[in-house]
């Protein structure tokens, strides 16, 4: 699988591939152009509830995880979508966060991962 995660604010590549953005808000500061995003899959982010309640707090990561990934398993129609899109060739999801390690781009790529398996 050719999937990437990239920071919505660091500058497209030729090898991106297909640049989707998986945050249910607009990243600050970015217009469309600059961001380069070929497709916004708002709603394959984590719900604004799950969202608020993590809010970036590493020590709410192993939870955010569980959860999240329990919303995943609800979302069939947008993973379908994503699903389609890999499977064309590149893809690199696209996040706002600060935190590289702990977003919802991180466990959603984890997700398609472990079921790849």
Do not use: C
């Not at 991106?16 to 217009?31: A, E, K, Y």
């Not at 699903?83 to 935190?99: C, N, P, S």
């Amino acid at each position: 699988m050719n999937l990437k995660l990239k920071r919505v604010y660091e500058p497209s590549d030729k090898n991106d591939g297909t640049r989707i953005l998986v945050d249910r808000l607009w990243p600050r500061g970015m217009t469309k152009a600059k961001a380069g995003v070929d497709i916004w899959l708002k709603e394959l982010a984590p719900s604004a509830e799950l969202r608020k309640w993590f809010g970036h707090d590493p020590d709410k990561w192993i939870e955010f995880k569980k959860r999240y990934r329990a919303e995943l398993e609800e979302n069939d129609e947008q993973l379908a979508r994503l699903r389609e899109e890999i499977k064309k060739g590149a893809v690199t999801l696209l996040y706002g966060a600060k935190d590289e390690e702990h977003n919802d781009a991180v466990v959603l790529a984890e997700f398609l991962r472990d079921q790849k398996k």
